[in-house]
């Protein structure tokens, strides 16, 4: 309950300052938070200060890959890479990263490209997927490698925005040749580890800063109380939930009726936002998409965990 005392406590004094680029929210977010080392708390907190939609959804994006790679840099913007050409599944990554025997302090080298990059403009640190070769089997094996962006032969270049959220920026990279220290490899089965996980992981933080701004945008515009009781209620389950392990077919469930309860929230509350002043209401009504975004993927991995329980009940 500390983070929604914090939350309550700052009720009556919310800053109403207009944030007017991605740099300065990551300057404030990283002031606001110190101090608050769970991912969940950190995205909803940074919910409660953004004026607008995309930088709530920033803070939830960054506190996610934290929450997946806690040994991640905190007041970096650090990108997630997957996608390519063909998409995201495991066999559509064909960026390659190859072991040297050259005896070099990087004997790790990195080629390929990924597309659809979030934050791409600002990213400093960039998580790459890419194919360490073929199993036995004929499965492609992902590896993660952690690349700063001022690397040799990291390029970027920017996309054409979504027709929501604006203000954050997508691009593409290209890796030529990039070489890299065995410590920028990360442990483990780059899709087990990490892809797969990421999926759940980022629908839980960006659902709590999305709370964090409505509980935020309900106390500036006094809507009923019961609205605020209910989004801290969502807050406070979010959080619970972001701690359990994403892989779990338990988790899925719960976040399936988190994302129901969620659902209820939007629609009883879209009459409010006539309460709201204009520009904020507008970017509500635009940016709210950002919510459906990986809805099929979702509901077929609910579909999925209930499966593994032998249960069809719908």
């Known amino acids: 309950m500390k983070l929604l005392t914090r939350l309550l406590s700052q009720s009556g004094g919310i800053d109403r300052s207009e944030i007017r680029t991605l740099a300065e929210w990551k300057t404030l977010f990283d002031r606001e938070t110190e101090g608050w080392d769970n991912p969940a708390d950190r995205a909803v907190i940074g919910g409660f200060i953004a004026d607008r939609t995309a930088y709530a959804f920033a803070a939830g994006y960054e506190s996610a890959l934290r929450r997946l790679v806690p040994a991640l840099p905190t007041r970096s913007i650090v990108s997630f890479c997957v996608t390519e050409e063909k998409g995201g599944h495991p066999s559509s990554v064909k960026s390659t990263l190859r072991r ?30 890419a194919s360490a070769g073929t199993s036995p089997d004929g499965r492609n094996m992902i590896r993660m490698a952690l690349i700063s962006r001022s690397n040799a032969g990291v390029a970027i270049q920017a996309m054409t925005g979504l027709p929501f959220v604006p203000e954050i920026s997508h691009g593409t990279v290209t890796f ?6 065995d410590e920028d490899i990360l442990p483990g089965d780059g899709y087990r580890d990490y892809i797969r996980p990421f999926r759940t992981i980022e629908d839980l933080h960006v659902f709590a800063a999305i709370a964090g701004f409505i509980f935020r945008v309900s106390l500036l515009h006094g809507w009923p109380r019961v609205v605020s009781e209910q989004t801290a209620s ?12 994403p892989s779990s077919p ?7 009726g988190l994302q129901a309860q969620f659902s209820s929230l939007l629609s009883a509350t879209a009459p409010l936002w006539d309460t709201v002043d204009e520009k ?35």
Not at 101 to 129: C, R, Y
Not at 234 to 245: G, H, P, W, Y
Not at 250 to 256: V, Y
């Open 250 to 256: 338990a988790t899925h469930i719960a976040l399936g």
């Open 280 to 314: 904020t209401r507008a970017g509500w009504e635009r940016d709210r998409a950002l919510l459906r975004v990986s809805e099929n993927a979702r509901a077929k991995r609910l579909e999925t965990a209930w499966s593994r329980f032998g249960t069809g009940q719908a």
């Open 176 to 181: 030529t040749d990039v070489r890299l220290r």
């Open 100 to 129: 040297t025997e050259d005896g070099s302090a990087k004997p790790w080298s990195l080629n390929g490209s990924k597309k659809f990059i979030t934050m791409a403009a600002e990213a400093e640190q960039l998580l790459v997927a």
């Open 234 to 245: 969502l807050i406070a389950c979010t959080r619970a939930l972001s701690v359990e392990d």
